[in-house]
């Protein structure tokens, strides 16, 4: 007969605490000992002469009460726990992963797995300690009282390769920093062009739009780069002739379509000797290059048409921007460029091409206001700043432009027809800076050029625009600040369920976010980004007091409902944390018993000491606490006992596979175990299928809350499923949001 595993302990993949790093070798089966083979009341047979020997840590375990019958000096080392003390305990007690707890009761029902497993283990005063560990059953034979032999659990610890990797990682992140930090911008490529690294400063010189970064898209970056040189001709001769001989190095000038020189300076890159790629460091060199290149002395206005300079303008910009932010006056940029200039100006020589220039500057003013700017920024680009313009007064400028050159230009005797691609960028919503706003124009330009040129095309009409270039962490950031500000915040409850009842017991405030902008948000995105500036601490104190509130209502209503609220570890440091959900809690007049707030299980292993304190001040007050997310972190079991806790939410990564999924089985048992041991209730999360919750049933689990029952509802939605009783599972409302958290 073959042997059948039930509970299989290594599992792959983000959020589970164990790896396997070998593929499982054999799986062996010993039948369950009969009521005869009690191990644990026998005193064990000393067996420390089996393990004294190794080099490595190891401790012998009983196979039915998993006690451990001998440990040596190394396995006390590693602990931090000496040899008699380990032998009082047993293998769960040293258990800091739900895996390792299901691996153990596997083990105990004599199923048994031989592979080498990175867990982590709880040592003294529970204290994580990682190892690589291998099991095997071995028969000491005379030694032992077992007749089904013993565990022999080996153990080398991991703690000096995971500092050596930390070290390492500290070490590039400081390089990673000293590249950001130079006003430099840098590329590095190896030796086939492939771009092997740059920073932001080379980036931003070059203008490299969002998409681009994001996609690492090798040729679509080169083609940019090309796209913005003046002389692409001589540009990529001098590549070319890079890749040729990898060991030139020099510094030479590039000049840009938008008028800006860079300073490029060249060097091999080399790895004991060998070169194995090209460093290329450029530098914004355009002021002190035009210095000393400068004929006219005026630096308002462009030499060849007399319209205002690129840096004139760019001051309008600036003052036209912050007094659009102070009064909410919008305004326009249009980007211009002209078609095929080049070819003309090398057709007819560059005294016609200048003589075309200043005619077309001529044209562009007639169509403007007073009010307005018109300038060049260089070569054929022309810049426009409407004041006071919205869309349509935008699109109304671009075209009387399309009209105004729609006349053949004459020059030196000759009939030319010229056309222009121009990209408009409008204040506010395609940027809050003024690189920002050029960086727009610039982009909907090059768009208009690619679909052939010869008309004029909005920055938010691009495909993804608004997508690709607001969402980025410090827009995201911004836009969540104006989100608060104005109130586009929403709380979403979601139910929670008594699995034996179907009765709605509690609700989970989960925040919305929908923005003019950007549609909807996921938390899940913008919780991250709050959290790594600090807004976290705003939005928390908002969902606090708002949650409150309507947990209050619903008191008032005479309705038993516990409120449950997310706590992000920012907001559980802050030094009045403690105060302001007491102060909550009294604003709004509700009793404490009523609120509950979900920590993670990063929060409570950060700094234990000070959490602990935290959380018996909130215990103190009467709030209930949860561990939210359960088993997807390291949690020491030690902790928990410790830990004014009194419910955990299972994950719903681990119930996604329910009932099917061996190893999802063995850990949502194990978890619930856990749980019933140390009297916590407990809710399965994101429960959608009526098979998931007949399990989590049959495991005595309490509750659970998911799809099954309902999603995220807004306030009235939720009292009118509270309305309708337990038989709530036919036609939801749909008026609940579903937003797919990627996490
Ligand atoms: P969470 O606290 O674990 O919340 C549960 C998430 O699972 C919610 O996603 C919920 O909509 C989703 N969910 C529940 N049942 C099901 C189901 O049956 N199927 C599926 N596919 N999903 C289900 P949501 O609302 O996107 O929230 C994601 C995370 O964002 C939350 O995870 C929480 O960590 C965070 N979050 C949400 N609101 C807040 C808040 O007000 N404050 C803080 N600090 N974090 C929040
Ligand atoms: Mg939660
Ligand atoms: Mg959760």
């Given at each position: 007969m073959t042997a059948k595993r039930?509970?299989?302990?290594a599992i792959s993949g983000a959020g589970t605490g164990t790896t396997p790093?070998?593929?499982?070798?054999a799986a062996t089966r010993t039948p369950p000992a009969g009521?005869?083979?009690?191990?644990?009341d026998v005193p064990p047979a000393d067996m420390s002469p089996l393990i004294d020997g190794l080099l490595d840590a190891a401790w012998l375990v009983?196979?039915?009460?998993?006690?451990?019958l001998a440990a040596n000096a190394q396995a006390a080392a590693l602990m931090g726990i000496d040899v008699p003390s380990l032998c009082r305990t047993d293998a769960l007690a040293l258990a800091a992963t739900p895996q390792d707890v299901a691996f153990w009761e596997a083990a105990r029902s004599g199923v048994m797995d031989v592979a080498d497993v990175q867990t982590v283990l709880s040592g003294s005063d529970g204290k994580l300690v990682p190892v690589l560990r291998r099991v095997t059953r071995i028969n000491p034979g005379a030694l032992s009282?077992?007749?089904h032999g013993v565990y022999l659990v080996v153990m080398r610890d991991r703690g000096p390769e995971l500092r050596a990797q930390a070290e390492l990682e500290e070490r590039l992140s400081e390089l990673r920093a000293t590249l950001d930090s130079t006003t430099d911008g840098i590329l590095v490529l190896d030796l086939?062009?492939?771009?092997v690294n740059f920073n932001p400063r080379f980036a931003a010189l070059w203008e490299l739009p969002e998409a681009l970064l994001a996609e690492r898209d090798d040729a679509a970056v080169a083609a940019w780069m090309l796209r913005r040189v003046a002389d692409p001709v001589t540009y990529s001769k001098r590549l070319q002739g890079l890749a040729e001989s990898s060991a030139l190095e020099g510094t030479d000038l590039l000049t840009l379509r938008n008028g800006r020189v860079f300073e490029r300076r060249t060097l091999p890159q080399r790895n004991r000797g060998q070169t194995i790629g090209r460093v290329f460091a450029f530098r914004d060199v355009t002021e002190s290059h035009a210095e000393s290149?400068?004929?006219?002395?005026?630096?308002?206005?462009?030499?060849?048409?007399?319209?205002?300079s690129r840096q004139l303008v760019a001051d309008r910009l600036d003052y036209a921007l912050a007094l659009a932010q102070r009064e909410g006056i919008a305004f326009a940029l249009l980007h211009l460029n002209l078609d095929r200039f080049k070819p003309i100006n090398e057709a007819l020589g560059p005294a016609a091409g200048d003589r075309l220039l200043v005619e077309v500057a001529r044209r562009l003013t007639t169509t403007s206001r007073q009010v307005d700017t018109v300038s060049r920024l260089g070569d054929d680009e022309f810049l426009m700043l409407l004041h006071q313009a919205d869309m349509q007064r935008a699109e109304g400028a671009a075209r009387r432009v399309v009209e105004a050159l729609q006349a053949p230009f004459v020059v030196d005797g000759v009939n030319l027809t010229v056309t222009a691609s121009i990209g408009i960028a409008l204040?506010?919503?395609?940027?809050?800076?003024p690189e920002e706003l050029l960086h727009a124009a610039d982009a909907a330009m090059v768009d208009m050029k690619a679909a052939g040129g010869g008309g004029f095309r909005l920055?938010?009409?691009?495909?993804?625009a608004t997508v690709v270039t607001l969402r980025t962490r410090m827009k995201l950031d911004q836009s969540m600040r104006q989100a608060l500000a104005a109130g586009r915040f929403r709380l979403h409850y979601q139910p929670q369920v008594d699995?034996?009842?179907?009765?709605?017991v509690g609700a989970e405030a989960l925040i919305r976010w929908r923005d003019p902008e950007l549609g909807d948000v996921s938390p899940t995105e913008f919780i991250s980004v709050a959290e790594r500036s600090g807004f976290i601490v705003a939005i928390g104190a908002w969902v606090l007091q708002q949650a409150v509130q309507q947990a209050a209502v619903w008191r008032a209503q005479g309705r038993q409902l516990l409120m449950s609220i997310n706590v992000s570890a920012l907001q559980f440091q802050q030094a009045d944390f403690v105060d302001s959900v007491a102060r909550a809690l009294a604003e709004a007049g509700?009793?404490?018993?009523?609120l509950e707030l979900e920590l993670t299980e990063s929060i409570l292993v950060q700094d234990a000491q000070e959490a602990l304190h935290r959380l018996q001040a909130l215990a103190e007050l009467g709030v209930k606490l949860a561990i939210d997310d359960f088993g997807t972190g390291y949690s020491s079991l030690a902790y928990l006992k410790r830990f004014p806790i009194s419910r955990l939410k299972i994950d719903r990564s681990f119930i996604?596979?329910?009932?099917?999924?061996e190893v999802d089985v063995g850990i949502v048992n194990a978890i619930v175990n856990l749980g019933k041991a140390l009297h916590l209730d407990m809710v399965a999360e994101g429960v959608e299928t009526e098979a998931q919750r007949v399990f989590m049933l049959k495991t005595g689990c309490t509750q659970y809350q998911g799809?099954?029952?309902?999603p995220a509802l807004d306030a009235l939605s939720f009292d009118a499923l509270l309305d309708r009783g337990?038989?709530?599972?036919?036609?939801?409302?749909?008026t609940g949001d579903w937003i797919e958290s990627s996490s």
């Amino acid at each position: 007969m073959t042997a059948k595993r039930t509970v299989p302990y290594a599992i792959s993949g983000a959020g589970t605490g164990t790896t396997p790093t070998k593929t499982r070798t054999a799986a062996t089966r010993t039948p369950p000992a009969g009521p005869s083979a009690k191990q644990g009341d026998v005193p064990p047979a000393d067996m420390s002469p089996l393990i004294d020997g190794l080099l490595d840590a190891a401790w012998l375990v009983e196979p039915q009460t998993l006690r451990v019958l001998a440990a040596n000096a190394q396995a006390a080392a590693l602990m931090g726990i000496d040899v008699p003390s380990l032998c009082r305990t047993d293998a769960l007690a040293l258990a800091a992963t739900p895996q390792d707890v299901a691996f153990w009761e596997a083990a105990r029902s004599g199923v048994m797995d031989v592979a080498d497993v990175q867990t982590v283990l709880s040592g003294s005063d529970g204290k994580l300690v990682p190892v690589l560990r291998r099991v095997t059953r071995i028969n000491p034979g005379a030694l032992s009282d077992s007749r089904h032999g013993v565990y022999l659990v080996v153990m080398r610890d991991r703690g000096p390769e995971l500092r050596a990797q930390a070290e390492l990682e500290e070490r590039l992140s400081e390089l990673r920093a000293t590249l950001d930090s130079t006003t430099d911008g840098i590329l590095v490529l190896d030796l086939d062009g492939r771009i092997v690294n740059f920073n932001p400063r080379f980036a931003a010189l070059w203008e490299l739009p969002e998409a681009l970064l994001a996609e690492r898209d090798d040729a679509a970056v080169a083609a940019w780069m090309l796209r913005r040189v003046a002389d692409p001709v001589t540009y990529s001769k001098r590549l070319q002739g890079l890749a040729e001989s990898s060991a030139l190095e020099g510094t030479d000038l590039l000049t840009l379509r938008n008028g800006r020189v860079f300073e490029r300076r060249t060097l091999p890159q080399r790895n004991r000797g060998q070169t194995i790629g090209r460093v290329f460091a450029f530098r914004d060199v355009t002021e002190s290059h035009a210095e000393s290149h400068r004929s006219p002395p005026s630096s308002s206005n462009d030499a060849l048409t007399g319209l205002p300079s690129r840096q004139l303008v760019a001051d309008r910009l600036d003052y036209a921007l912050a007094l659009a932010q102070r009064e909410g006056i919008a305004f326009a940029l249009l980007h211009l460029n002209l078609d095929r200039f080049k070819p003309i100006n090398e057709a007819l020589g560059p005294a016609a091409g200048d003589r075309l220039l200043v005619e077309v500057a001529r044209r562009l003013t007639t169509t403007s206001r007073q009010v307005d700017t018109v300038s060049r920024l260089g070569d054929d680009e022309f810049l426009m700043l409407l004041h006071q313009a919205d869309m349509q007064r935008a699109e109304g400028a671009a075209r009387r432009v399309v009209e105004a050159l729609q006349a053949p230009f004459v020059v030196d005797g000759v009939n030319l027809t010229v056309t222009a691609s121009i990209g408009i960028a409008l204040y506010p919503g395609d940027g809050n800076t003024p690189e920002e706003l050029l960086h727009a124009a610039d982009a909907a330009m090059v768009d208009m050029k690619a679909a052939g040129g010869g008309g004029f095309r909005l920055h938010h009409q691009r495909a993804g625009a608004t997508v690709v270039t607001l969402r980025t962490r410090m827009k995201l950031d911004q836009s969540m600040r104006q989100a608060l500000a104005a109130g586009r915040f929403r709380l979403h409850y979601q139910p929670q369920v008594d699995l034996k009842s179907g009765e709605i017991v509690g609700a989970e405030a989960l925040i919305r976010w929908r923005d003019p902008e950007l549609g909807d948000v996921s938390p899940t995105e913008f919780i991250s980004v709050a959290e790594r500036s600090g807004f976290i601490v705003a939005i928390g104190a908002w969902v606090l007091q708002q949650a409150v509130q309507q947990a209050a209502v619903w008191r008032a209503q005479g309705r038993q409902l516990l409120m449950s609220i997310n706590v992000s570890a920012l907001q559980f440091q802050q030094a009045d944390f403690v105060d302001s959900v007491a102060r909550a809690l009294a604003e709004a007049g509700l009793e404490p018993q009523w609120l509950e707030l979900e920590l993670t299980e990063s929060i409570l292993v950060q700094d234990a000491q000070e959490a602990l304190h935290r959380l018996q001040a909130l215990a103190e007050l009467g709030v209930k606490l949860a561990i939210d997310d359960f088993g997807t972190g390291y949690s020491s079991l030690a902790y928990l006992k410790r830990f004014p806790i009194s419910r955990l939410k299972i994950d719903r990564s681990f119930i996604k596979g329910l009932p099917e999924d061996e190893v999802d089985v063995g850990i949502v048992n194990a978890i619930v175990n856990l749980g019933k041991a140390l009297h916590l209730d407990m809710v399965a999360e994101g429960v959608e299928t009526e098979a998931q919750r007949v399990f989590m049933l049959k495991t005595g689990c309490t509750q659970y809350q998911g799809g099954l029952c309902a999603p995220a509802l807004d306030a009235l939605s939720f009292d009118a499923l509270l309305d309708r009783g337990p038989d709530f599972e036919q036609d939801l409302p749909d008026t609940g949001d579903w937003i797919e958290s990627s996490s």
